[in-house]
Protein backbone atom coordinates (compact mmCIF):
# COMPACT_ATOMS: atom_id res chain seq x y z
CA UNK A 1 0.00 0.00 0.00
CA UNK A 2 1.05 3.79 -0.32
CA UNK A 3 0.88 6.30 1.60
CA UNK A 4 -1.18 9.75 1.01
CA UNK A 5 -1.48 12.89 2.64
CA UNK A 6 -4.47 15.04 2.05
CA UNK A 7 -4.25 18.50 2.94
CA UNK A 8 -7.73 20.34 2.70
CA UNK A 9 -9.29 24.26 3.23
CA UNK A 10 -12.60 24.52 4.26
CA UNK A 11 -13.10 28.91 3.31
CA UNK A 12 -11.68 30.14 0.37
CA UNK A 13 -10.59 33.23 2.30
CA UNK A 14 -9.39 34.46 5.79
CA UNK A 15 -12.77 34.95 7.74
CA UNK A 16 -13.08 36.96 10.75
CA UNK A 17 -12.03 36.05 14.01
CA UNK A 18 -15.64 35.32 14.85
CA UNK A 19 -16.17 33.47 11.41
CA UNK A 20 -12.95 30.94 12.17
CA UNK A 21 -14.46 29.97 15.49
CA UNK A 22 -17.90 29.05 14.07
CA UNK A 23 -16.67 28.26 10.74
CA UNK A 24 -14.09 25.12 13.05
CA UNK A 25 -16.98 24.54 15.54
CA UNK A 26 -19.25 23.69 12.49
CA UNK A 27 -16.40 21.37 11.68
CA UNK A 28 -15.79 20.03 14.33
CA UNK A 29 -19.14 18.06 14.25
CA UNK A 30 -18.68 17.57 10.48
CA UNK A 31 -15.00 16.81 9.32
CA UNK A 32 -15.11 13.22 10.09
CA UNK A 33 -18.11 12.93 7.88
CA UNK A 34 -16.75 12.84 4.67
CA UNK A 35 -14.03 10.25 6.31
CA UNK A 36 -16.26 8.09 7.33
CA UNK A 37 -18.38 8.15 4.17
CA UNK A 38 -15.05 7.73 2.01
CA UNK A 39 -14.58 4.89 4.21
CA UNK A 40 -17.80 3.10 2.82
CA UNK A 41 -17.25 4.14 -0.75
CA UNK A 42 -13.16 3.68 -0.87
CA UNK A 43 -12.97 0.54 1.35
CA UNK A 44 -9.35 -0.56 -0.01
CA UNK A 45 -8.42 3.14 1.58
CA UNK A 46 -6.85 3.00 4.53
CA UNK A 47 -7.07 5.93 7.19
CA UNK A 48 -4.30 6.38 9.74
CA UNK A 49 -4.98 10.08 10.85
CA UNK A 50 -6.79 12.98 10.95
CA UNK A 51 -5.85 16.36 12.23
CA UNK A 52 -6.94 20.09 11.89
CA UNK A 53 -3.76 22.31 11.61
CA UNK A 54 -2.75 26.23 11.89
CA UNK A 55 -1.98 27.61 8.95
CA UNK A 56 -2.52 27.83 5.09
CA UNK A 57 -4.84 24.42 5.35
CA UNK A 58 -7.57 23.09 8.24
CA UNK A 59 -7.18 19.42 7.88
CA UNK A 60 -4.58 17.05 7.13
CA UNK A 61 -5.60 13.24 6.71
CA UNK A 62 -2.87 10.86 6.06
CA UNK A 63 -4.12 7.02 4.74
CA UNK A 64 -2.64 4.23 2.57
CA UNK A 65 -4.27 3.77 -0.43
CA UNK A 66 -3.21 0.64 -3.26
CA UNK A 67 -2.95 3.24 -5.79
CA UNK A 68 -3.27 6.68 -7.41
CA UNK A 69 -6.65 6.05 -8.82
CA UNK A 70 -7.84 5.10 -4.72
CA UNK A 71 -6.98 7.97 -3.99
CA UNK A 72 -8.40 10.22 -6.44
CA UNK A 73 -11.40 8.67 -5.34
CA UNK A 74 -10.48 9.62 -1.57
CA UNK A 75 -10.07 13.41 -3.12
CA UNK A 76 -13.01 13.67 -4.84
CA UNK A 77 -15.29 12.47 -1.90
CA UNK A 78 -13.83 14.97 0.18
CA UNK A 79 -14.26 18.08 -2.27
CA UNK A 80 -17.47 16.51 -2.67
CA UNK A 81 -18.38 17.49 1.24
CA UNK A 82 -17.69 21.37 0.29
CA UNK A 83 -14.48 21.68 1.23
CA UNK A 84 -12.58 25.04 -0.79
CA UNK A 85 -9.07 23.26 -1.71
CA UNK A 86 -7.61 19.81 -1.41
CA UNK A 87 -4.48 18.71 -2.83
CA UNK A 88 -3.24 15.14 -2.18
CA UNK A 89 0.68 14.04 -1.71
CA UNK A 90 2.36 11.04 -1.98
CA UNK A 91 4.34 10.25 0.97
CA UNK A 92 7.24 8.26 0.41
CA UNK A 93 8.96 6.52 3.68
CA UNK A 94 11.97 7.57 4.48
CA UNK A 95 14.01 4.35 4.30
CA UNK A 96 12.91 3.83 1.02
CA UNK A 97 13.45 6.92 -0.02
CA UNK A 98 17.31 6.25 1.23
CA UNK A 99 17.24 3.02 -0.99
CA UNK A 100 16.35 5.25 -4.11
CA UNK A 101 18.85 7.60 -3.31
CA UNK A 102 21.48 4.85 -2.72
CA UNK A 103 20.06 2.83 -6.15
CA UNK A 104 20.57 6.01 -8.15
CA UNK A 105 24.27 6.89 -6.62
CA UNK A 106 25.01 3.46 -8.01
CA UNK A 107 23.97 3.87 -11.37
CA UNK A 108 25.48 7.41 -11.93
CA UNK A 109 28.61 6.22 -10.21
CA UNK A 110 28.47 3.11 -12.45
CA UNK A 111 27.63 5.13 -15.86
CA UNK A 112 30.63 7.28 -15.16
CA UNK A 113 33.04 4.50 -14.61
CA UNK A 114 31.62 3.59 -18.01
CA UNK A 115 32.37 6.96 -19.60
CA UNK A 116 36.03 6.46 -18.15
CA UNK A 117 36.88 3.65 -19.25
CA UNK A 118 38.75 3.29 -22.81
Not at 86 to 96: F, G, M, Y
Not at 106 to 114: C, T
Request: proline residues 6%.
Amino acid sequence: MKTFILMSSVNPHTPSPVGVVTAMRDCATTSRGWVDRARQLVPEAEFVAHFALLGSYDFMDIYHAPDEETAAKVAWICCADGTFKVESWTAIPEDRMKELASQLADSIERQAGEKAAP
